[in-house]
């Protein structure tokens, strides 16, 4: 198994489905549903993380969005080494 890049990746940026992504992944960075999140975590969860955590994976969330939506996973036409097909 293989990742690559996902068909016609340049073009990507016009699709639909990746403009509603970094939409919906604003939203859920910037937006009220990530303060009501946090507020709803315990007081003594909150002063065992790091100061910033709520920041740091709402990024994190949005960095993987677009990873996930520029690559592909193939198969390796030779066979490889990742067992039976």
């Not at 068909?7 to 919906?24: E, P």
């Not at 992944?25 to 937006?31: K, N």
């Not at 946090?38 to 002063?47: E, G, I």
């Amino acid at each position: 198994m293989k990742i690559t890049l996902a068909d016609n990746w340049r073009q990507l940026h016009k699709r639909g489905t990746v403009i509603a992504a970094g939409a919906f992944a604003a939203v859920t960075a910037f937006g009220p549903s990530l303060i009501d999140a946090w507020n709803a975590v315990p007081p003594d969860l909150k002063s065992a993380l790091p100061q910033g955590t709520a920041r740091y994976v709402s990024t994190a969330a949005f960095v993987l969005m677009i990873f996930v939506r520029y690559t592909a996973i193939r198969r390796d036409p030779k066979g490889g080494d990742d067992g039976p097909h």
